[in-house]
């Protein structure tokens, strides 16, 4: 872990958002000698593709089916429903 003086970390703020985002840092802020704050990198982003690629095998056939199924029922509801606010 990193520590760093709180004028430091003012001083140099847009480089360490850089080390938490890309770096994957930890740092430690200190104010007279003091630990103050702890800066830890944010959670991870996932794309929706990253998500469902983690389904994949996750669930055997017939409830993947089903789920298709469940899916194209609800977007045909869903399109029954809407209007055109215009008409």
């Given at each position: 872990?990193?520590?760093?003086?709180?004028?430091?970390?003012?001083r140099?703020?847009?480089?360490?958002?850089?080390?938490?985002?890309?770096?994957?840092?930890?740092?430690?802020?200190?104010?007279?000698?003091?630990?103050?704050?702890?800066?830890?990198?944010?959670?991870?982003?996932?794309?929706?593709?990253?998500?469902?690629?983690?389904l994949?095998?996750?669930?055997?056939e017939?409830?993947?089916?089903?789920?298709?199924?469940?899916?194209?029922?609800?977007?045909?509801?869903?399109?029954?429903d809407?209007?055109?606010?215009?008409?």
């Amino acid at each position: 872990m990193t520590t760093m003086t709180a004028t430091e970390l003012a001083r140099n703020l847009s480089i360490v958002f850089d080390r938490l985002e890309y770096g994957n840092e930890e740092i430690l802020v200190t104010r007279s000698r003091h630990p103050v704050a702890r800066l830890v990198p944010g959670a991870a982003r996932m794309t929706s593709m990253e998500a469902f690629a983690d389904l994949f095998g996750a669930i055997g056939e017939d409830e993947g089916e089903a789920w298709l199924h469940d899916c194209a029922a609800a977007d045909r509801s869903v399109r029954e429903d809407l209007r055109d606010p215009w008409a």
